[in-house]
């Protein structure tokens, strides 16, 4: 089985798993980097993949690794999810997993054909100023025609040839309305606000029996946020269009759709991709698709949600393209031209270049040799579309150099200033394994900040630059290079930038609750306090995600460091980390009984008092109650749902996203827990309690679950899977449908 690997949005291959194990050891590819194969409901982290898949046993163990006292910090959370209590600790194998692959960076071979050298016009390339035309559009311009298509299908679509009920009509014309502007408003809408609205429609719309269009029902089961609902309405939409009147388009989206959760041993894969196959053709001739409107068509299947459907029927939708007459001469040339590639690095495999056969560097530059011709013949046919050039720059990547790849990021930018595959493969192609260096990638980084287009996201391409480097460098999850003294003074010009340009905007408040986070993170507390004073002392709260740290007291913590006490937190915080609880709690303690704090300095000297005194308690090794004390949950993190602790235990009710919250105390990795849960009450008969270890971020990916559940589909199970997804191993076993407990 053969895994797709993506970076940035950049396809770079399709690879075996013993493949993708040796190019992550080997820092070719990072922990970090997304992977997908069929079979599995979504994109995930290439280390949740290796983890899954452990390699075989050796015939002797290897030797143990050495771990710093830092590395053993992790925290242990209580999580409620479903109806039930969850309790959540971060584990040995996730960190392990990081430690193995810093050790294995030790040698690399280079990923260059045999002979050549590295390209001394990195540099040039790197740093040479962004030329930008007049007819270069942006990312909003584009989102704009993207929007007036799917205005054009989905809308006037409904309007003109939807199944209408009276009862429906209105709820689903306000959901069209609404997912548009969610999918693709403008800067003042209101995303949040757009996304409660398109959920309670879509949920309202599926349980009412007079919604029967197809179109309607396809679009509700993207806002589903369970995997067998989803299913379940895509296949009551995929039925609805069996007597529709609309136009091939939507018939595609929904078939393609559906495909994507499949196994790609599924019986009904076959026929499912061979109905997406001839509703594409139908595309090309119903007048779903204009001729403008081929780019947004050869986006969806390069790189969009139907690259899989791609993949697997390539030769079908290029010859449907090709017999589409003059109208789609470029679709054809770029379909075509983007298969050769994926068939080139088919052709040589995915080892390094001493490891491909001679007959394999053959057949790949044939490959890239057609695919030169197709996209270059694209880009002469339409100069306006981006894509065949940032597509040949992929090209260049395997078989010229750095040089080349610049002329056509060039010639992409014109096109469009911040299309985000010329940018990535920019970005890739001045990686040390290509024709870079690290100095290259800084400077790449410069340019991008230097052309000053707030308008766009190109300065921004600057902070991906420093996610390169912190690959490059092998830093672990949660640290960064912000507060390097050649990065931090242009990380301040790029937020100062975006800030200005956002001034008095929606924006503006992300801008400034993303550079707080920053700012934090770099240890420049004073930048951090400035703006969070400049937002209310109230970030975005959302923004505290994804950051392989636990940031939900920065507001507070700013606000104990760089007030009265400042001197003593530091101090508190430093023995903290040196695992000196005793000295940290007695500092804290003392500060409790001070008067000199502010309001939001005391709220973290008080929560730092009960997770100090909790991690104190665990280094005894003795059995300790792991439940908030307090009805208002100091030591404790909650994200969804409401706690109150009543009865000895916690009383648990549960939002729209089920309910989590997580203990901030610093447990270690290794441990026992144990404890019980009640329904009390379900809409259902359905169920779910158990433990969740790692940072558990609801948007993040890196941690795991440990659940005791029972539901229509699964029945009664125990799973241990990533986060709350579908990548699980499932063990049946026999529940109680009011109390159960768990060790």
Same mark, same amino acid.
Request: one cysteine or more; aromatic letters at 10%; charged letters at 25%.
């Given at each position: 089985?053969n895994?797709?690997?993506n ?8 690879f075996p798993?013993?493949? %993708?194990?040796?190019k ?14 069929e079979?599995m409901a979504?994109?995930q982290t ?14 002797a ?6 771990y ?6 992790a925290p242990v959370?209580?999580i409620?999810?479903g ?6 600790v971060?584990?040995l194998v ?17 990923l ?11 540099m040039r ?13 942006t990312?909003?311009q ?16 409904y309007k ?8 429906t009509?209105?709820? $689903?014309?306000k959901f ?8 693709y408003g403008?800067?003042s809408t209101?995303?949040a606000a757009q996304?409660e ?5 879509a ?9 029967t269009d197809?179109?309607v029902?396809?679009?509700t089961?993207g ?5 067998h609902?989803?299913? #379940?309405?895509?296949?009551r ?7 529709s009147?609309? @136009?091939?388009? &939507?018939r /595609?989206y929904?078939?393609v ?6 196994n ?5 894969l076959?026929?499912i ?6 509703y594409?053709?139908?595309m090309l001739s ?5 001729p ?6 050869? !986006?969806?299947?390069?790189?969009g949600w139907?690259?899989s ?8 939708l290029i010859?449907?393209a ?7 001469e470029w679709?054809g040339?770029m379909l ?11 052709a040589r495999?995915?080892?390094?270049s ?8 053959k057949e ?7 695919a030169r011709? !197709?996209?270059?013949s694209a880009w002469n046919? #339409? ?7 940032a597509?040949m ?7 010229s150099?750095?040089?080349?790849? #610049?002329?056509w /990021? ?17 970005r890739w192609g001045? #990686? ?10 800084l ?7 230097n ?7 190109? &300065?921004r ?7 390169d ?6 830093l672990?999850a ?7 003294p050649?990065i931090?003074?242009?990380l301040?010009?790029m937020y100062?930038g975006?800030i @200005?340009?956002e001034?008095g @905007? ?6 400034r609750?993303?550079y ?10 004073d ?8 937002v209310?002392w109230?970030p ?7 950051w ?7 507001p507070?913590?700013?606000?104990a460091?760089?007030?009265a006490v ?6 508190a915080e430093?023995m ?11 500092i804290y ?5 001070g008067?000199?704090?502010d309001?939001?300095a ?6 730092r008092?009960?997770s100090?005194?909790?991690e104190?308690? %665990?280094k ?16 404790? $993190?909650?994200r969804?749902?409401t706690?109150e ?11 729209k ?10 447990v270690?990795?290794?441990f026992?827990? @144990? ?6 009450s ?7 309690a158990?433990?969740?270890?790692g940072?558990?971020q ?5 941690w795991?679950a440990?659940r005791i559940?029972?539901?229509e589909?699964e029945?009664?199970?125990v799973?241990?899977s ?8 499932l063990?049946?076993v026999?529940l109680?449908g009011s109390?159960?407990?768990f060790?």
């Amino acid at each position: 089985m053969n895994y797709h690997v993506n970076r940035d949005g950049q396809e770079l291959g399709q690879f075996p798993l013993d493949e %993708l194990r040796r190019k992550h050891g080997n820092g070719e590819f990072s922990g970090n980097d997304l992977v997908w194969c069929e079979g599995m409901a979504d994109w995930q982290t290439l280390d949740l993949v290796l983890l899954q898949n452990p390699p075989p046993k050796m015939t002797a163990p290897p030797p143990i690794p050495q771990y710093s006292p830092k590395s053993h910090k992790a925290p242990v959370w209580i999580i409620v999810g479903g109806v039930a209590l969850f309790a959540v600790v971060v584990g040995l194998v996730a960190v392990r997993v990081v430690q193995v692959a810093k050790k294995a960076v030790v040698q690399r071979t280079s990923l260059l054909p045999v002979g050549r050298t590295r390209n001394t016009a990195a540099m040039r390339a790197a740093s040479a100023p962004v030329a930008v035309s007049d007819k270069s559009v942006t990312e909003e311009q584009v989102r704009v025609k993207r929007r007036a298509f799917r205005e054009r299908h989905y809308l006037q679509g409904y309007k003109e040839r939807g199944d209408r009920h009276p009862e429906t009509d209105a709820d $689903c014309i306000k959901f069209l309305e609404a997912w548009l502007e969610k999918q693709y408003g403008s800067e003042s809408t209101n995303a949040a606000a757009q996304s409660e609205i398109v959920s309670e429609l879509a949920d309202k719309l599926v349980a009412s029996s007079n919604c029967t269009d197809g179109l309607v029902l396809v679009l509700t089961a993207g806002e589903s946020p369970e995997l067998h609902e989803a299913e #379940r309405r895509l296949e009551r939409a995929m039925k609805a269009f069996e007597n529709s009147k609309h @136009k091939a388009y &939507p018939r /595609f989206y929904s078939v393609v759709s559906f495909s994507r959760y499949l196994n790609s041993n599924s019986p009904r894969l076959p026929a499912i991709d061979a109905e997406g196959v001839r509703y594409f053709k139908a595309m090309l001739s119903d007048g779903s698709i204009q001729p403008d409107d081929q780019e947004d068509i050869a !986006e969806t299947l390069a790189s969009g949600w139907a690259s899989s459907f791609f993949v697997r029927n390539a030769p079908a939708l290029i010859a449907a393209a090709r017999d589409a007459g003059p109208n789609f001469e470029w679709l054809g040339s770029m379909l075509e031209g983007r298969h050769e590639i994926d068939e080139a690095w088919r052709a040589r495999g995915t080892g390094f270049s001493d490891a491909v056969s001679q007959a394999g560097w053959k057949e790949f530059e044939r490959h890239l040799q057609v695919a030169r011709s !197709e996209l270059t013949s694209a880009w002469n046919l #339409r100069k306006d579309f981006p894509l065949a050039p940032a597509e040949m720059m992929r090209v260049a990547l395997g078989s010229s150099d750095i040089t080349e790849m #610049r002329e056509w /990021f060039d010639k992409a930018v014109a096109a469009q200033l911040d299309y985000p595959g010329a940018w990535s493969s920019m970005r890739w192609g001045l #990686r040390s394994r290509w024709y870079g260096d690290e100095e290259s990638m800084l400077a790449f980084g410069l340019t991008a900040l230097n052309t000053h287009r707030f308008d766009t996201d190109v &300065p921004r391409k600057f902070f991906d630059v420093l996610n390169d480097l912190s690959a490059e460098e092998k830093l672990r999850a949660g640290d960064y290079l912000f507060s390097r003294p050649d990065i931090w003074p242009h990380l301040q010009e790029m937020y100062d930038g975006y800030i @200005k340009h956002e001034a008095g @905007k929606p924006g503006e408040l992300g801008w400034r609750s993303t550079y707080i986070n920053i700012a934090y993170l770099a240890g420049k507390y004073d930048v951090a306090r400035k703006q969070l004073e400049a937002v209310n002392w109230e970030p975005t709260r959302r923004n505290f995600d994804g950051w392989h740290r636990e940031l939900s007291l920065i507001p507070e913590e700013v606000a104990a460091r760089t007030g009265a006490v400042g001197t003593k937190v530091a101090q508190a915080e430093e023995m903290r980390r040196a695992r000196d609880f005793n000295g940290a709690l007695g500092i804290y303690r003392d500060l409790v009984a001070g008067t000199n704090a502010d309001p939001r300095a005391m709220r973290f000297i008080r929560d730092r008092v009960m997770s100090v005194s909790l991690e104190q308690s %665990l280094k005894t090794g003795d059995w300790l109650r792991f439940m908030p004390e307090e009805k208002n949950l100091i030591g404790w $993190c909650s994200r969804h749902g409401t706690f109150e602790p009543a009865n000895g235990g916690l009383e648990v009710h549960a939002d729209k996203l089920g309910h989590m919250i997580f203990s901030r105390a610093i447990v270690g990795w290794s441990f026992e827990i @144990k404890g019980d849960f009640d329904v009390v009450s379900s809409s259902s008969k359905a169920f779910q309690a158990g433990i969740v270890f790692g940072l558990p971020q609801w948007e993040g990916r890196d941690w795991y679950a440990f659940r005791i559940k029972r539901n229509e589909t699964e029945g009664d199970v125990v799973s241990l899977s990533d986060g709350w997804g579908s990548n699980q191993v499932l063990q049946p076993v026999k529940l109680n449908g009011s109390s159960n407990s768990f060790t």
